[in-house]
C-alpha cells in the first residue's frame, strides 16, 4: 500500500483508535448486523472493523478471538431474546394464558418481517456442529433458559404437565424459525402458529384453561 493509499479517510490505517466500552458497542453492533444477515463464518474479523469504523487493535483489545466475539454477540442476542419475551408478557401480567398467545402473535409477527432471518441460535448451530464450542454452549444456555421460563409459564397457566407443554411450544416455536427461512416470511405455516398454540395451551389445560393467573 503506498502511502498516499494509507492515507485515504476510512482505510484501515487511517482509522482512529476507539478504546472501551464506546468501541465494545460499535463492534458488537457491526458484529450482530453482519452475523446475523451472512453467518457468522462467512464473516471475517477485518468486516466487522470496517463495518464497525474501528482499527483492528481496537477489536483485539476488546475480544481476544473471534471466538470471543462471538460469544459477546451470542450474549447480547441473549439479552435481546429475553427482553422482548419480558415485553409479550408484560402485555398481560398475571394471566399466564394471554401472555403465551401474546407471545406467540408477537412472535408470529416478527417473522413475517422482510429480512427476517430467524433465530441466531439455530443459526450458530447449524454453523457449529461440535457441541463444545463456546458458541454451542451459548445456544444451549438461551435454549434452556427459554425453557424455564416456558415451564413456569405452562404451569401457572394450569397444564396438567407443565413440562410437556413447554416441549410441544417449544416445539412450535422452533418451527416458527424455520419457516421463516424455508416457506419465506408471513407464509401459512407461520401464520397458523398462534391457533396451534393456543390448542396445545386449551388440551394441556383440560380444555378449561382460564385467563386468571
Known amino acids: 500500500m503506498s502511502q498516499t493509499d494509507a492515507a485515504k479517510p476510512g482505510s484501515p490505517r487511517s482509522r482512529p483508535h ?39 487493535m481496537s477489536l483485539y483489545r476488546q475480544f481476544s478471538s473471534k471466538d470471543d466475539l462471538v460469544v459477546a454477540y451470542l450474549e447480547q442476542a441473549s439479552e435481546t431474546f429475553f427482553e422482548r419475551l419480558d415485553q409479550s408478557l408484560n402485555k398481560h401480567p398475571g394471566y399466564p394464558v394471554r401472555q403465551l398467545a401474546q407471545y406467540f402473535t408477537d412472535l408470529t409477527e416478527r417473522a413475517s ?8 441460535f439455530v443459526n450458530v448451530s447449524a454453523e457449529f456442529p461440535d457441541a463444545s464450542h463456546p458458541a454451542r454452549q451459548c445456544v444451549a444456555r438461551n435454549k434452556a433458559q427459554l425453557m424455564e ?8 397457566a394450569g397444564a396438567n404437565d407443565p413440562e410437556e407443554l413447554a416441549n410441544a411450544l417449544a416445539l ?24 396451534v398454540a393456543a390448542q396445545l395451551v386449551a388440551a394441556a389445560c383440560g380444555g378449561s384453561s382460564t385467563q386468571s393467573a
Open 113 to 120: 418481517r422482510e429480512g427476517y432471518r430467524g433465530c441466531p
Open 172 to 195: 412450535l416455536i422452533e418451527g416458527i424459525y424455520a419457516a421463516s427461512q424455508t416457506y419465506g416470511p408471513g407464509c401459512g405455516p407461520i401464520k397458523s402458529a398462534s391457533r
Open 18 to 56: 476507539t478504546a472501551g466500552p464506546a468501541a465494545q458497542q460499535l463492534l458488537l453492533r457491526a458484529a450482530g448486523e453482519l452475523f446475523y444477515r451472512e453467518g457468522v463464518r462467512a464473516v471475517g474479523v477485518d468486516a466487522v472493523v470496517e463495518r464497525a469504523g474501528v482499527n483492528k
Open 149 to 156: 421460563r416456558l415451564t413456569a409459564l405452562a404451569s401457572a
